[in-house]
């Protein structure tokens, strides 16, 4: 039978290796202050990292928030937002104080329903314009080494801009459904 020994040398602290400083002052004095630098330069990275948790943290975080905020936009292009209803009900609003003074029923069609559509469509194309520049922004802008979702996020919202920007511009224009012909 062998019997195992486990011969490693123990570890030798500080106090081990620091021949004794009784009988030199100014090396107690430098030995402190080195201590000192350390700690010092420690609490400097320490601040450091805590300061800018992008850099270390995860890489491309404000890519791909911008991204996410373009599709986000592009989705409220296409599905209209509180801004939009806002701007429409005023104007609608707008339009029956105008119709309530007398007028013909064109004109009576376009105060009430024709400029609050003209004004969703306006909304909806400023948010479409943005999603599509932020899309852009994002793609142009974006380092190659950054994860492919931030791009695939950002082509999406540059396309849903786009899409955006087409409808809204065809509702302003009446070429999508356009306001009711009135009959005589």
């Known amino acids: ?51 800018s948790p992008g850099a270390s943290g995860a890489p491309g975080l404000g890519a791909g928030a911008a991204a996410v905020v ?18 429409a009900e005023r104007e609608a ?28 469509a306006l909304v909806n194309g400023v948010f479409a314009f943005l999603a599509l520049i932020t899309g852009v922004l994002v793609l142009l802008l974006t380092r190659p080494d950054r994860p492919a979702w931030i791009r695939a996020v950002a082509v999406a919202g540059t396309v849903l801009g786009g899409i955006g920007l087409l409808l809204s511009g065809a509702m302003y224009f009446d070429l999508l459904l356009g306001l009711p012909a009135a009959t005589p």
């Open 93 to 120: 609003l707008i339009g029956q104080i105008k119709a309530s003074q007398g007028g013909s029923t064109a004109q009576q069609i376009s105060e009430i329903y024709g400029d609050a559509w003209h004004a969703t």
């Open 1 to 51: 039978m062998t019997a195992k020994t486990d011969e490693t040398a123990p570890e030798k602290s500080a106090a081990d290796t620091v021949a004794p400083l009784d009988d030199d002052p100014t090396a107690a004095d430098e030995l402190a202050a080195d201590e000192l630098d350390d700690d010092l330069t420690d609490d400097e990275d320490d601040q450091e990292d805590e300061a």
């Open 70 to 87: 373009s599709a986000a936009l592009g989705v409220a292009a296409l599905t209209g937002t509180w801004t939009g209803k806002i701007a």
